[in-house]
């Protein structure tokens, strides 16, 4: 891996970090876990598509600006230290639209991904039920044939922003009689404001409205909306997980902003000896986890898949999410524990990152069989 930028990349730094400079709000929008705050940052959104700086990584055609992998980390570090809005549309941009890269029909690309760049339509991830979480591929909702699509019916929950968001997207059993539990799989994209769906927002620790119930009675998806081929969604999730898990859910430039907001927050208290050592840590947790994800990205440039890889990434950073906050809270005392700040609701955002994405139990066992080849455990 060369660790050195190029002169374009950097020149593609300077122009990023230019245009943040100029346009990145004053004074913090309010949380998007709330109805006002997802409008604000829905609108932040298409500030940033009317630049190309919303999906820098992707083709022009939908709204990018073909900078590839090196150049959206290089984004991300410029994005986070500018203290940018947080993204509404992650689920969107980082989850489904790779998918759809790797998967989806070229009319599928020109239809969904340009109003996903520009913010008009926010997406959801609805995989989650209510007895099929980790164990994802015991889910229960159903989606059957109809004329010209699918009858969705059943029910997801802790679904990601799905209280405000316009649609998402979700695995459902298609062929419920195969011997094995992912096996006859569909991957459907499907409108939150369709017939037949009803949407119960699922308050967070701080009341939030993060997440969401959905309530799926017969809603009508049109076949153009079946990612890949009906019976093989769990392949496709794979690779979506993929993504969730590795790159792209969580790049180093905002773990590295972290780190340096906490630096200034510990100097600002007088530099107490007691949380030192943490602080230090935090520092060098986020350079090593910048670095190990160039390496990754590096590997990803030269044709090589992520794979189990991913796992370590994602037990690391959600791990080290929490720990960072946990020292900023000390930090602040009473200030921290009951005041309604930035650190108190980025705290407890992290609480939620080792169940997310894949709790990280299941994370330990990939890791464990599948890179370090032990026997699989009992479960």
Known sequence: MDLAFTHEEDAFRAEARTWLHAHVPSTPLPSLETEEGFR??????????????????????????????????????????????????????????????????????????????????????????????????????????????????GQKTWSSRAAFADRAFGLFRTEPDTPKPHQGLTYLMFDLRAPGVTVRPIGRLDAKPAFAELFLDEVFVPDEDVIGEPGQGWRIAMSTAGNERGLKLRSPGRFLASADRLLTLWQAQGEPESTKRRVADALIGARAYQLFTYAAASRFLDGQEIGPESSLNKVFWSEYDIALHETALDLLAEEGEFADTDWSERYVFALAGPIYAGTNEIQRDIIAERLLGLPKGRR
């Open 40 to 153: 604000a940052h829905r609108a932040w959104e298409t500030e940033l598509a009317a630049d190309r700086w919303s999906v820098v990584d992707w083709p022009s055609a939908y709204g990018g600006r073909d900078a590839g992998l090196i150049r959206w980390l290089i984004f991300e570090e410029e994005y986070y230290t500018a203290g940018a809005p947080g993204r509404v549309s992650q689920n969107g941009i980082s989850l489904l639209a790779p998918t759809l890269f790797d998967h989806g029909t070229e009319r599928q690309r020109a239809r969904v991904l340009p109003p996903m760049a520009s913010g008009e339509v926010i997406w959801a991830q609805a995989w989650s039920e209510p007895e099929a979480g980790s164990d994802l591929a015991s889910l229960k909702a159903r989606a059957v044939r109809t004329d010209g699509g699918w009858l969705l019916t």
